[in-house]
Nanobody, 127 residues
Protein backbone atom coordinates (compact mmCIF):
# COMPACT_ATOMS: atom_id res chain seq x y z
CA UNK A 1 0.00 0.00 0.00
CA UNK A 2 1.08 3.57 -0.71
CA UNK A 3 -0.28 6.76 0.80
CA UNK A 4 0.21 10.11 -0.91
CA UNK A 5 -0.51 13.57 0.50
CA UNK A 6 -0.18 16.69 -1.63
CA UNK A 7 0.22 20.28 -0.51
CA UNK A 8 1.31 23.61 -1.87
CA UNK A 9 -1.51 24.60 -4.17
CA UNK A 10 -2.95 28.09 -4.21
CA UNK A 11 -3.88 31.09 -6.31
CA UNK A 12 -1.32 33.07 -8.26
CA UNK A 13 -1.26 35.54 -11.10
CA UNK A 14 -0.01 34.58 -14.54
CA UNK A 15 3.76 34.49 -14.62
CA UNK A 16 3.98 33.49 -10.99
CA UNK A 17 5.37 30.37 -9.36
CA UNK A 18 4.23 27.64 -7.00
CA UNK A 19 5.83 24.52 -5.58
CA UNK A 20 3.74 21.45 -4.94
CA UNK A 21 4.83 18.74 -2.53
CA UNK A 22 3.80 15.10 -2.28
CA UNK A 23 4.73 13.14 0.83
CA UNK A 24 4.71 9.39 0.22
CA UNK A 25 4.53 6.53 2.68
CA UNK A 26 4.20 2.80 2.35
CA UNK A 27 5.84 0.41 -0.05
CA UNK A 28 8.85 1.86 -1.88
CA UNK A 29 8.62 -0.95 -4.43
CA UNK A 30 5.07 0.07 -5.30
CA UNK A 31 6.05 3.64 -6.15
CA UNK A 32 8.94 3.15 -8.52
CA UNK A 33 7.14 5.49 -10.92
CA UNK A 34 5.69 8.67 -9.48
CA UNK A 35 4.24 11.71 -11.08
CA UNK A 36 2.00 14.71 -11.16
CA UNK A 37 -1.28 14.77 -13.03
CA UNK A 38 -3.89 17.47 -13.36
CA UNK A 39 -7.54 17.80 -14.16
CA UNK A 40 -9.29 20.99 -15.17
CA UNK A 41 -13.09 21.33 -14.97
CA UNK A 42 -14.74 19.55 -17.86
CA UNK A 43 -11.48 18.00 -19.04
CA UNK A 44 -9.87 14.62 -18.68
CA UNK A 45 -7.05 14.04 -16.23
CA UNK A 46 -3.67 14.43 -17.92
CA UNK A 47 -0.07 13.71 -17.07
CA UNK A 48 2.17 16.66 -16.29
CA UNK A 49 5.48 15.17 -15.20
CA UNK A 50 6.74 11.78 -14.03
CA UNK A 51 9.91 10.34 -12.53
CA UNK A 52 11.50 6.92 -12.08
CA UNK A 53 12.25 7.15 -8.36
CA UNK A 54 15.18 4.76 -8.57
CA UNK A 55 17.15 6.42 -11.33
CA UNK A 56 15.71 9.91 -11.21
CA UNK A 57 14.79 9.92 -14.91
CA UNK A 58 12.18 12.57 -15.54
CA UNK A 59 9.55 13.13 -18.21
CA UNK A 60 7.42 16.15 -19.01
CA UNK A 61 4.32 16.89 -21.00
CA UNK A 62 5.06 19.24 -23.89
CA UNK A 63 2.76 21.87 -22.40
CA UNK A 64 4.97 22.31 -19.31
CA UNK A 65 8.48 21.65 -20.62
CA UNK A 66 10.83 24.43 -19.62
CA UNK A 67 8.40 25.77 -17.03
CA UNK A 68 7.87 22.91 -14.57
CA UNK A 69 10.46 20.80 -12.77
CA UNK A 70 9.78 17.52 -11.01
CA UNK A 71 12.19 16.42 -8.31
CA UNK A 72 12.40 14.11 -5.32
CA UNK A 73 14.01 14.06 -1.90
CA UNK A 74 14.34 10.38 -1.04
CA UNK A 75 15.42 11.15 2.53
CA UNK A 76 12.12 12.93 3.09
CA UNK A 77 10.02 10.58 0.91
CA UNK A 78 8.83 13.70 -0.85
CA UNK A 79 8.29 14.57 -4.49
CA UNK A 80 8.04 18.15 -5.70
CA UNK A 81 6.70 20.01 -8.69
CA UNK A 82 8.22 23.45 -9.11
CA UNK A 83 5.96 25.43 -11.41
CA UNK A 84 7.15 28.68 -12.94
CA UNK A 85 5.82 31.05 -15.59
CA UNK A 86 2.34 29.85 -14.76
CA UNK A 87 -0.44 30.40 -17.26
CA UNK A 88 -4.22 30.53 -16.78
CA UNK A 89 -4.44 27.24 -18.67
CA UNK A 90 -2.42 25.60 -15.88
CA UNK A 91 -5.43 26.04 -13.60
CA UNK A 92 -6.50 22.60 -12.41
CA UNK A 93 -6.59 20.18 -9.53
CA UNK A 94 -3.14 18.65 -9.30
CA UNK A 95 -2.73 15.07 -8.16
CA UNK A 96 0.26 13.07 -7.05
CA UNK A 97 0.26 9.46 -8.26
CA UNK A 98 2.45 6.39 -7.94
CA UNK A 99 2.74 2.77 -8.94
CA UNK A 100 5.20 0.06 -9.89
CA UNK A 101 4.72 -0.05 -13.64
CA UNK A 102 5.61 -3.22 -15.53
CA UNK A 103 3.77 -3.19 -18.84
CA UNK A 104 3.58 0.60 -19.24
CA UNK A 105 6.44 3.08 -19.43
CA UNK A 106 6.82 5.75 -16.77
CA UNK A 107 7.02 8.30 -19.61
CA UNK A 108 3.77 10.16 -18.80
CA UNK A 109 1.61 7.04 -18.57
CA UNK A 110 -2.17 7.22 -18.87
CA UNK A 111 -3.76 7.99 -15.48
CA UNK A 112 -5.50 4.61 -15.52
CA UNK A 113 -2.10 2.90 -15.30
CA UNK A 114 -1.39 4.21 -11.78
CA UNK A 115 -3.08 2.74 -8.76
CA UNK A 116 -2.18 5.12 -5.95
CA UNK A 117 -3.42 8.72 -5.83
CA UNK A 118 -3.41 11.62 -3.45
CA UNK A 119 -6.44 13.76 -2.70
CA UNK A 120 -5.32 16.61 -4.94
CA UNK A 121 -4.38 20.23 -4.44
CA UNK A 122 -5.96 23.12 -6.35
CA UNK A 123 -3.88 25.48 -8.47
CA UNK A 124 -5.57 28.59 -9.83
CA UNK A 125 -3.78 30.99 -12.16
CA UNK A 126 -5.44 34.31 -12.92
CA UNK A 127 -4.69 36.50 -15.92
Amino acid sequence: QVQLVESGGGSVQAGGSLRLSCIASGSTYSRSCMGWFRQAPGKEREGVATVYTGGGITYYADSVKGRFTISQDNAKNTMYLQMSSLKPEDTAMYYCAADALFSVSCRIPPPSALHYWGQGTQVTVSS
